[in-house]
Nanobody, 120 residues
Framework: QVQLVESGGGLVQPGGSLTLSCEAS????????MGWYRQAPGKQRELVAT???????DYADSVKGRFTISRLNAMNTVYLRMNSLKPDDTDVYYC??????????????WGQGTQVTVSS
């Protein structure tokens, strides 16, 4: 079993910054990719940013140039640095991991979610 634990959400003023972190633990054989998604009430969960094992990254157009995803492989931890935050960034942010828990078997895992609120 694999667990993803997030931290770092909270309330911030427009234009401010926050850093989210997510640590994967448990029966981890190899991590393929980790990332962040967000979801507002009544809406679909959407991609924010991902980073793969080789360091390749992908971002939603709405966050390019403002958000940066990074990963500490040795610690199975992924970060999301969010700058120039806007009220539209207000959502619950979920950590995601595509993780092999054996040499031949992998699953997709989700964290419990952390609330980010951008408001004055």
């Amino acid at each position: 079993q694999v667990q993803l634990v997030e931290s770092g959400g909270g309330l911030v003023q427009p234009g401010g910054s926050l850093t989210l972190s997510c640590e994967a633990s448990g029966s981890i054989f190899r991590i393929v990719a980790m990332g962040w998604y967000r979801q507002a009430p009544g809406k679909q969960r959407e991609l924010v940013a991902t980073v793969n094992a080789g360091g390749g990254t992908d971002y939603a157009d709405s966050v390019k140039g403002r958000f940066t995803i990074s990963r500490l492989n040795a610690m199975n931890t992924v970060y999301l640095r969010m700058n120039s935050l806007k009220p539209d960034d207000t959502d619950v942010y979920y950590c995601n991991g595509r993780i092999y828990h054996s040499a031949t078997s992998w699953d997709e895992y989700w964290g419990q979610g952390t609330q980010v609120t951008v408001s004055s």
